[in-house]
């Protein structure tokens, strides 16, 4: 018989046999249990009632961007497109379009530009200098305010007249597609 199996059939034979009710020891060698140990001499991943677990280590999560650029300071504006929480599978959730400016990111900087799931970043727009990196063609146009700080929600974001109402124009918006919740992308001339 191998120590493990000996290990095992000892430690049981004292805990079940112990006229007294005395608890010697709970092995560690209990991981599977034969079938004629009781439940409650079993260890159990369950946690114990009163026990405190571990916090989950956080979930990274955002949209980084770095100005690689030789043009000095660099603005940027994001543009959004997510659906809300609605149902378990999402089916009927609205979907939501925003854009968001401006974070200033100076030379050989990184800013982290939105706090949640990178994916639902679809596009941005940057200036700095005489630089503009902008989508082109067929890519969306988004609603931004040249002079400050904006949030353009929903039909705001993307109809222009709406946009206009508010004092804003239509850009067109570079397309990006971050592949998970963490993303960070570098700006370059």
């Known amino acids: 018989m191998s120590n493990k199996k000996l290990s095992l059939t000892l430690?049981?034979?004292?805990?079940?046999?112990?006229?007294?009710?005395?608890?010697?020891?709970?092995?560690?060698?209990?991981?599977?249990?034969?079938?004629?140990?009781?439940?409650?001499?079993c260890p159990s991943n369950e946690p114990i009632p009163g026990q405190r677990l571990p916090p989950a280590p956080p979930v990274q999560r955002g949209l980084t961007i770095c100005n690689k650029t030789s043009v000095g300071n660099v603005y940027v504006a994001i543009a959004l497109n997510y659906r809300g929480s609605f149902?378990?599978?999402?089916?009927?959730?609205?979907?939501?379009?925003?854009?968001?400016?401006?974070?200033?990111?100076?030379?050989?900087?990184?800013?982290?530009?939105?706090?949640?799931?990178?994916q639902r970043v679809t596009g941005y727009y940057a200036n700095g200098g005489d630089s503009v990196w902008r989508g082109s063609g067929s890519d969306r146009s988004y609603?931004?305010?040249?002079?400050?700080?904006?949030?353009?929600?929903?039909?705001?974001?993307?109809?222009?007249?709406?946009?206009?109402?508010?004092?804003?124009?239509?850009?067109?918006?570079?397309?990006v597609r971050p592949s998970r919740q963490a993303y960070t992308f570098n700006l370059t001339n």
């Open 11 to 41: 430690a049981v034979s004292i805990l079940v046999l112990s006229p007294f009710g005395l608890l010697v020891r709970q092995p560690e060698v209990l991981a599977d249990c034969p079938p004629f140990v009781p439940d409650a001499l």
């Open 87 to 118: 149902g378990s599978d999402g089916e009927g959730a609205q979907q939501h379009i925003e854009s968001h400016g401006w974070w200033k990111i100076e030379p050989g900087a990184c800013t982290k530009v939105y706090q949640k799931d990178a």
């Open 143 to 175: 609603c931004i305010n040249p002079s400050v700080e904006f949030e353009f929600k929903d039909s705001q974001a993307y109809r222009e007249e709406k946009c206009q109402e508010t004092g804003g124009k239509m850009v067109i918006f570079k397309p």
